[in-house]
T-cell receptor
């Protein structure tokens, strides 16, 4: 089955700082890779995704590239804002037609003015 | 993406009682799932809700504790039975629809058991 290792938090950054949240996964097939975000007191929202090797997912200034050779899907943003404060979850599927997500432990990001 | 609603959005319940959570989608979807998010934790898959048949439960979750129904392609319920304080969590439904493999999540039900 799948497993995912996500950078431990919490992470505290100043506004306009560069963000990287590392995520590596194991999968026996060809997974799709997702980042979800959970803002305080809210449910999960899809942030971005990539479905095959070398694909780059992007949304709201965030980017992540599907690196099959390193089995990684690191989340990056060049300049964070206070409104980016949230918990970020990396989640692969097993691939091969299975939709079940395996969630990382989550990384809590706090951005201070 | 599908619009997903859950009822109730939150509830406070007494030990030993049961609560049924509803998940409604605005379009027909292929798959529906139920997750639990314990305080400060990540999401754990409880089960896959199968339309017209018994749900498929993950290890550590059983039908007697978490009965699930899915009578059609747009609606599912999760019941948390004989609740204890350890059941205090956020319960989320998610859906996969059409040709995409992307899961979209409902807003969650925040349950507190006293």
């Amino acid at each position: 089955g799948n497993s995912v290792t996500q950078m431990e938090g919490p992470v505290t950054l100043s506004e306009e700082a560069f963000l990287t949240i590392n995520c590596t996964y194991t999968a026996t097939g060809y997974p799709s890779l997702f980042w979800y975000v959970q803002y305080p007191g809210e449910g999960l929202q899809l942030l971005l995704k990539a479905t095959k090797a070398d694909d780059k997912g992007s949304n709201k200034g965030f980017e992540a590239t599907y690196r099959k050779e390193t089995t990684s899907f690191h989340l990056e943003k060049g300049s964070v804002q206070v409104s980016d404060s949230a918990v970020y979850f990396c989640a692969p599927t097993p691939g091969a037609g299975s939709y079940q997500l395996t969630f990382g432990k989550g990384t809590k990001l706090s951005v201070i003015p | 993406s599908a619009v997903i609603s859950q009822k109730p959005s939150r509830d406070i319940c007494q030990r030993g009682t049961s609560l049924t959570i509803q998940c409604q989608v605005d379009s027909q979807v292929t798959m529906m799932f139920w997750y639990r998010q314990q305080p400060g934790q990540s999401l754990t898959l409880i089960a896959t809700a199968n339309q017209g048949s018994e749900a498929t439960y993950e290890s550590g979750f059983v039908i007697d504790k978490f009965p699930i129904s899915r009578p059609n392609l747009t609606f599912s319920t999760l019941t948390v039975s004989n609740m204890s304080p350890e059941d205090s969590s956020i319960y989320l439904c998610s859906v996969v629809g059409g040709i995409t493999d992307t899961q979209y999540f409902g807003p969650g039900t925040r349950l507190t058991v006293l």
